[in-house]
């Protein structure tokens, strides 16, 4: 298969246009290979909008399904185990695919400028993108994090970056620190340690923002999975990374040899310029049903999948979208425990043993063949 194959993948067989000859289609870009894009891109296969010329952008092949990555970091499974292949999804939709990354977005101007040099314009845009860190952005967020620094993110080219730990570990014990903002820091801190037994891990949590969901019952369970594989949680800021330390707010220093950067948070580099309102975390600034505050016209998939796949073919095809409903409480949750152990929450209520983790990998590889087949 050539390249330009890969980058613009189409059904075999396109539907002839619904548009008038010379009438240019409306356009919907997909930015980013998330979940909610994915579930979007199923949903397609099964209910096109042959009224809106859609265009996915994303610059991965392949797409880690995030309930399995700490088993990845773990080794319980395999890359090809728990990966995602976008070509069969996008072909099975029949959307336009451009295999590349954002270089800019200009909110007022309706504009997308790629990689390679080309814009893209939209009528609607969809941002749904994976974390994925960079050496300048971390360099501005903790100095040092770009130059000695491991990022977890992105999951599909974790295991180059962790094989030369691997080798280190081989030769002698290392001190690890997983420096996170989200709780899921926790479950990749287990799987560090499931995969290293030798190994000193130690996570660093940075404070809480404005975006970071509340702690739920699994998260105290984590916690408590933590403290029985005799891992530390230290909640401070972070300073300054070194070779051989991380600094703290409070003045003391971690010792450390690798630190494992796994901020979920922090918001793509293109993202400070796009002029979308911004909150006080950097993040886009959304309404009700996830759109911009500033510019209804962009979606923000952030942690809500639900209400852009509600929402958003909805106002592709004109139609009104209906009041918006509050949701509270926390949802079913199955989280990785480490050591053949996983934590369910439903709620107020969590448990915690090896038969959760059973239902936990039979349930992610039930979800995984959703995408795959």
Request: glycine share 8%; proline share 8%; net charge positive.
């Amino acid at each position: 298969m050539n390249a330009a194959a890969l980058q613009t993948p189409a059904p075999a067989t396109p539907p002839p246009s619904p548009h008038p000859a010379g009438e240019r289609p409306r356009q919907l870009v997909l930015l980013g290979g998330g979940m909610a894009h994915l579930q979007l891109l199923r949903t397609l296969a099964r209910k096109p909008m042959p009224e809106v010329q859609i265009t996915l952008v994303a610059a991965e092949r392949h797409v880690v399904y995030p309930a399995m990555g700490p088993g990845l970091i773990a080794g319980d499974y395999q890359h090809d185990d728990c990966t995602i292949p976008l070509e069969p999804l996008v072909k099975r939709a029949g959307i336009r695919w451009l295999q590349q990354q954002p270089g800019s977005l200009d909110a007022g101007q309706q504009t997308l400028a790629l990689g390679d040099g080309s814009t893209q314009h939209y009528e609607w845009l969809s941002i749904n993108t994976a974390p994925a860190h960079h050496s300048e952005q971390l360099e501005q967020t903790i100095p040092g994090a770009g130059k000695f620094g491991l990022c977890v993110y992105p999951l599909e080219t974790w295991a180059q970056r962790w094989q030369g730990v691997s080798e280190l570990a081989a030769k002698k014990a290392l001190r690890l620190a997983v420096i996170g903002d989200q709780a899921a820091a926790l479950e990749w801190a287990l799987a560090v340690q499931q995969r290293l037994p030798s190994c000193v891990v130690t996570v660093l949590m940075l404070p809480a923002t404005a975006g970071t969901p509340p702690a739920t019952a699994g998260t105290t369970r984590l916690l408590q999975r933590l403290k029985a594989q005799r891992i530390t949680v230290l909640h401070d800021t972070a300073l300054q990374i070194d070779a051989s330390a991380v600094h703290l707010g409070c003045g003391a220093q971690l010792a450390c040899d690798v630190p494992l950067l796994a901020l979920q948070h922090l918001p793509p580099a293109w993202l400070t310029s796009s002029g979308l309102a911004l909150n006080a975390d950097g993040q886009s600034a959304t309404d009700g049903y996830s759109r911009s505050s500033s510019h209804p016209q962009v979606w923000v998939a952030n942690g809500d999948s639900e209400s852009l796949l509600r929402h958003l073919p909805a106002v592709a095809r004109g139609a009104r979208l209906p009041a918006t409903t509050s949701r509270s409480g926390a949802g079913f949750q199955l989280l990785f425990g480490g050591s053949q152990q996983a934590v369910v929450a439903w709620g107020r209520y969590s448990a915690t043993g090896r038969a959760w983790h059973w239902l936990k990998d039979w349930w992610d590889r039930r979800q995984l063949l959703r995408y795959t087949m």
